[in-house]
């Protein structure tokens, strides 16, 4: 479909642009129904003036021209077209009539004039009973003639058997929105060719950092991250934003939404479904790069997380004292860590998981106290400690490059994003600040934040 209209400074419509998934489907038809609706310009058809096309980009294939797999599988119905018919139905004017074309006036062009005519349903039955009603309702008063009335008719019938383009075949029918995809199918098509998978679990209340986070990654051309959902609403917003998600049926109900933050008893429940989590993708023979959503990533640090290769586990440090080493007890951030799919990290997460599953507070101190041993028994030199049992090297990551919330005070100076980059973070850790709104105030007062949250569109 091929659309044009005059720029100036009046708008093409008055609806506001859903957040559609690009190429799925709806959106030239949301938009003609808009200019339509909003009655700003005049709109018209002129499919049936073209009489060929040659197409750019072979790549690209219409369904007025090519059955492609592309549009068969829009017919047969995919999410991505579900998710963009149900933004089509609850944004703008066509939220209360539906995709509408029979006004739309069509150009021919008969012996050698072109003509904007009324072709409606009843057009022939029209010219078949009432030809002088047809002649005044449908044609022209200067272009009335017996020969230019046979060529529309003549036009119009050659049409409607032929052209599968016509705007009356552009309706939508909303449906229910649903996900068949399971967390096996989705590492299937989002794992990079490392078999690495960047994972991220949020509930409702962190849907907007969620985004800008999605955002930040997409900015970064990254697109190997799955997101996991803590409850129905965030499954069902992440599906309309066209994120790869799935839920998690082991997940916590009754998920605050103040009230989630660290040191809360809801927060220590959240927190082990991770664990558990990237323990399944381990075991699925995946790669995980764990990343919570209050983290900022100025690059992909995963070209040098891949690098500690097996039986290492990397994880950023929550230690703020810069003349302290950065393994102390306690000091190990299980809100961004690498691990690898092999044998001894499989076990030791496993240790993990089964530590946390009796313990009263959050994972993270299982984490150390499993990996590193309580009070940092098992620490070699200042950045690593080792698991004894399974042989595993923590690696704490260099703050420097991985600073956490408070780190050199970065969030504190006055310009966040400059000294982060002059300092050469890869990554920005939004913790060690307590509540979910001071966090999120803190990220936009920075200026690390890439998500409209009036438009549900990325920031540009």
């Not at 040659?54 to 007025?64: F, H, I, K, V």
Request: proline share 3%.
């Amino acid at each position: 479909m091929v659309i044009a209209w005059n720029n100036g400074e009046m708008p093409l419509h008055h609806g506001v642009l859903p957040p559609f998934l690009y190429g799925k489907g709806v959106y030239n038809h949301w938009l003609i129904n808009e200019a339509l609706s909003s009655g700003l310009r005049f709109v018209f058809d002129a499919s049936w003036t073209i009489s060929n096309i040659a197409l750019g980009d072979s790549s690209y294939q219409s369904n007025c021209f090519v059955k492609s797999s592309n549009v068969s599988d829009i017919e047969k119905g995919s999410w991505e077209y579900d998710c963009n018919s149900h933004l089509a139905a609850v944004y703008g004017l066509s939220s209360l009539h539906g995709f509408n074309y029979s006004a739309v006036m069509k150009l021919v062009k008969c012996d050698g004039r072109y003509l904007l005519i009324n072709a409606t349903e009843d057009f022939l039955h029209t010219y078949a009973y009432k030809r002088k009603s047809l002649w005044k309702r449908h044609i022209p008063k200067c272009r009335r003639s017996k020969t230019t009335l046979a060529c529309v008719v003549r036009t119009i019938k050659t049409q409607n058997e032929t052209s599968g383009c016509s705007l009356k075949d552009g309706s939508v029918h909303t449906k229910t929105l649903k996900l068949s995809y399971s967390l096996e199918s989705l590492l299937a098509i989002t794992a990079d060719e490392n078999k690495t998978v960047v994972l991220t679990v949020a509930g409702y209340s962190y849907k907007d950092m969620l985004m800008s986070w999605v955002c930040r990654l997409r900015r970064l051309r990254i697109t190997n991250f799955l997101v996991s959902s803590l409850d129905y609403e965030t499954y069902q917003f992440s599906v309309m934003q066209g994120l790869p998600v799935f839920n998690d049926p082991s997940a916590p109900s009754n998920i605050s939404f103040n009230d989630c933050h660290f040191g809360t008893e809801c927060f220590q429940r959240v927190t082990k479904v991770k664990s558990r989590l990237v323990l399944k993708i381990l075991k699925l023979g995946y790669n995980v790069l764990l990343s919570d959503v209050d983290i900022y990533w100025f690059k992909n640090p995963l070209p040098l997380l891949s690098t500690f290769g097996p039986a290492t586990l990397a994880a950023q440090s929550d230690e703020y004292n810069q003349t302290r080493p950065i393994n102390l007890p306690r000091r190990l951030n299980s809100g961004f860590y690498y691990a690898h799919s092999d044998a001894p990290t499989i076990s030791a997460m496993g240790k993990v998981v089964r530590h946390a599953a009796t313990s009263g507070l959050t994972e993270q101190p299982s984490f150390y106290d499993t990996l590193c041993g309580e009070g940092g028994s098992t620490r070699k030199g200042d950045n690593r400690c080792v698991e004894p049992g399974t042989n595993l090297t923590v690696h704490f990551l260099d703050r420097n490059l991985f600073p956490n919330g408070a780190y050199l005070g970065l969030w504190e100076r006055k310009n966040v994003k400059s000294a982060c980059k002059k300092q050469g973070c890869l990554v920005l850790h939004n913790n060690w600040i307590s509540g979910r709104v001071k966090k999120l105030e803190r990220q936009v007062i920075s200026g690390l934040w890439d998500y409209d949250i009036t438009t549900r569109m990325c920031l540009v």
